[in-house]
């Protein structure tokens, strides 16, 4: 029983940090049209910062625990080649995050270099590193 709220836990957190990292970078789009210093750049601003702080990290963390936990408990490491290569994704989906904080301190103190285009394509890397993973994690093809 422990382990099935676990997972629980594990989907939840993974859901916040997924909705969090698939909408920051469309609040970038956005943030690049506003001209610097305008009431609607400060706006973003917060929006961005609090949705990094209050959800995208905070999620972020917790999938990690609670997905340690759960592969702790349940994954024969030497047989489970589909999980080496989720974690090395979610380790990547982890830097993607990182990006994510860099570009928001970017934004706040008015830094920001990168266009409408480069965030538009930004914004498709966690939906095809979700994908693949949880494709590993479903189906465990290897």
């Known amino acids: 029983m422990f382990l099935l709220y676990i997972k629980a836990f594990h989907i939840i957190s993974v859901i916040a940090w997924m909705a969090g990292v698939l909408y920051l ?3 970038f789009v956005y943030h690049t049209e506003a001209e610097k210093g305008s009431r609607q750049s400060e706006t973003f601003k917060i ?24 592969a702790f408990q349940t994954v024969d490491w030497s047989q489970a080649g589909w999980f080496h290569l989720k974690l090395v994704l979610v380790v990547v989906l982890s830097g993607f995050t990182g ?3 860099r570009w928001t301190r970017e934004f706040a103190e008015d830094r920001n270099t990168h266009t409408q285009r480069f965030f538009r394509i930004a914004n498709e890397v966690p939906t095809l ?14």
């Open 25 to 27: 970078p469309r609040l």
């Open 47 to 70: 929006m961005e910062r609090r949705l990094l702080k209050a959800i995208i990290t905070p999620a972020m963390i917790a999938s990690w625990v609670f997905g340690l936990v759960l």
């Open 129 to 142: 590193l979700m994908i693949v993973i949880v494709i590993l994690a479903v189906v465990k093809p290897f």
């Open 99 to 101: 990006f994510l904080a």
